[in-house]
């Protein structure tokens, strides 16, 4: 059974960076298309970026977080990061990790969370003004 766990939020100034990591465990990560979201207080969950398989070389940004955020996936540490720069106070949230299935499909990179079955618990990330 696969689990997620996310790790790297924290309290950062505006303009300021951060690193949020997924390590997963129970199973690899290599068939499995990535995603990360986020939920502010009193919104809905919004999809921020999203990962292929490796083979794919596939990832999507959110129009809010683009240039500013990056995904990528370590499959040897079986690990997906969301480098996130020049963060803003509206970036304020809980941060969720997320995996759907791929198998060997390569163009998978999904921007919406129902096709998503696994999810980490989160980590809160806040930027102070």
């Known amino acids: 059974q696969l689990a997620l766990v996310e790790s790297g939020g924290g309290l950062v100034q505006r303009g300021g960076s951060l690193r949020l990591s997924c390590t997963a465990s129970?199973?690899?990560?290599?068939?499995?298309?990535l995603g990360w979201f986020r939920q502010a207080p009193g919104k809905e969950r919004e999809a921020v970026s999203c990962i292929s398989i490796s083979g794919g070389g596939i990832t999507k940004a959110a129009d809010f977080v683009k240039g500013r955020f990056t995904i990528s996936r370590d499959n040897a540490k079986n690990t997906v990061y969301l480098q996130m720069d020049s963060l803003k106070p509206e970036d304020t949230a809980v941060y969720y990790c997320?995996?759907?299935?791929?198998?060997?499909?390569?163009?998978?990179?999904?921007?919406?969370?129902?096709?998503?079955?696994?999810w980490g618990q989160g980590t809160q990330v806040t930027v102070s003004s």
């Open positions: 129970g199973a690899t990560l290599d068939g499995y298309a």
């Open positions: 997320a995996a759907t299935w791929a198998g060997t499909v390569q163009a998978l990179c999904l921007m919406g969370a129902p096709p998503y079955d696994w």
